[in-house]
């Protein structure tokens, strides 16, 4: 059965702390690995796709890396507006659903 | 419009009552899903069309959930006899082309309480 987790559950960080987010799955035939942020009271907004093993996405203060078990999210120097739930999903090979972790919540402090 | 929208935003409804979510997709995306996301999870698929197609509903918690898409442009979600169970929100989503990595593009969600 497909698995995502999401670790940890909740973060607290001081401005300009840098700190990383882990997603480990379980999926027969990774098809794309999906990283959005939820914030509250509205839907998911698409951040990052990652294919394959070893490739790097960057976005602002945020960098998503994938490997064949995990990916990380790596936020550097965050700042209060960087605040919010991030959700790790994937699809596999000839599916077509996302399958979400549970999210990390993310509370920069100024 | 600009982005995927859902109406209504906010539904209470009795327990037992039947109630109808709707979501207007980008225009022209061929797919749309269906996901389901309970208080501090992560969101969950529901089911999923390709144009007019239902092509997966495995999601579908039981019987009394049922979608529809009939002209492949707006979706609605249907759930009778509603139970304190389907609270949460119902979020939809949308993509470009039915291919399932692309890019899902989601609603802002109708936030559902049944008491």
């Known amino acids: 059965e497909d698995q995502v987790t999401q670790s940890p559950e909740a973060l607290r960080l001081q401005e300009g702390e840098s700190s990383s987010l882990n997603c480990s799955y379980t999926v027969s035939g990774l098809r794309g690995l999906f990283w959005y942020r939820q914030d509250p009271g509205k839907g998911p907004e698409f951040l990052f796709t990652l294919y394959s093993a070893g490739e790097e996405k960057e976005k602002e203060r945020l960098k998503a890396t994938l490997t064949k078990k995990e990916s990380f999210l790596h936020i550097t120097a965050p700042k209060p507006e960087d605040s919010a739930t991030y959700l790790c999903?994937?699809?596999?090979?000839?599916?077509?659903?996302?399958?979400f972790g549970g999210g990390t919540r993310v509370l920069v402090k100024p | 419009g600009a982005g995927v929208s859902q109406s209504p935003r906010y539904k209470v409804a009795k327990r037992g009552q039947d109630v109808a979510l709707r979501c207007d997709p980008i225009s022209g995306h061929v797919s749309l899903f269906w996901y389901q996301q309970a208080l501090g999870q992560g969101p969950e698929f529901l089911t999923y069309f390709q144009n007019e197609a239902q092509l997966d509903k495995s999601g579908l918690p039981s019987d009394r959930f049922f979608a529809e898409r009939p002209e492949g442009s707006v979706s609605t979600l249907k759930i009778q006899r509603t139970q304190q169970e389907d609270s949460a929100v119902y979020l939809c989503?949308?993509?470009?082309?039915?291919?399932?990595?692309?890019?899902?593009?989601f609603g802002p969600g109708t936030r559902l309480t049944v008491l």
């Open positions: 999903a994937v699809i596999k090979a000839a599916g077509n659903k996302l399958t």
């Open positions: 989503a949308s993509s470009l082309i039915g291919v399932s990595y692309n890019e899902q593009f």
